[in-house]
Nanobody, 119 residues
Framework: QVQLVESGGGLVQAGGSLRLSCAASQSIFSINVMGWYRQAPGKQRELVATITSDGTTNYASSMKGRFTISTDNAKNTVYLQMNSLKPEDTAVYYC?????????????WGQGTQVTVSS
């Protein structure tokens, strides 16, 4: 079981920046993929960015160039640096840990952190 705790959300004006943090209860070396997803009211949860255990990153096209995912392995923490925020970035942001063990897939979610971007 991997527990994830997000922090860093809040209210920011359009054009501003926020950095989200996700602290894992275990070493993130043991996790195949860490990711950030978001869900806006009335919409489905969508991918924001992922990072694999070897450091490979992937971004949704609308976030590429504005958001950066990174890890601090010593702190078992994943970050999402969000710049040039837009009102459409308003959503609850969730951290995810995806692990494969002995052929089984495990997916863990944090409780989410609200990001609100005002125009």
């Amino acid at each position: 079981q991997v527990q994830l705790v997000e922090s860093g959300g809040g209210l920011v004006q359009a054009g501003g920046s926020l950095r989200l943090s996700c602290a894992a209860s275990q070493s993130i070396f043991s996790i195949n993929v860490m990711g950030w997803y978001r869900q806006a009211p009335g919409k489905q949860r969508e991918l924001v960015a992922t990072i694999t255990s070897d450091g490979t990153t992937n971004y949704a096209s609308s976030m590429k160039g504005r958001f950066t995912i990174s890890t601090d392995n010593a702190k078992n923490t994943v970050y999402l640096q969000m710049n040039s925020l837009k009102p459409e970035d308003t959503a609850v942001y969730y951290c995810n840990a995806f692990r494969i063990r002995l052929g089984h897939q495990y997916s863990y979610w944090g409780q989410g952190t609200q990001v609100t971007v005002s125009s």
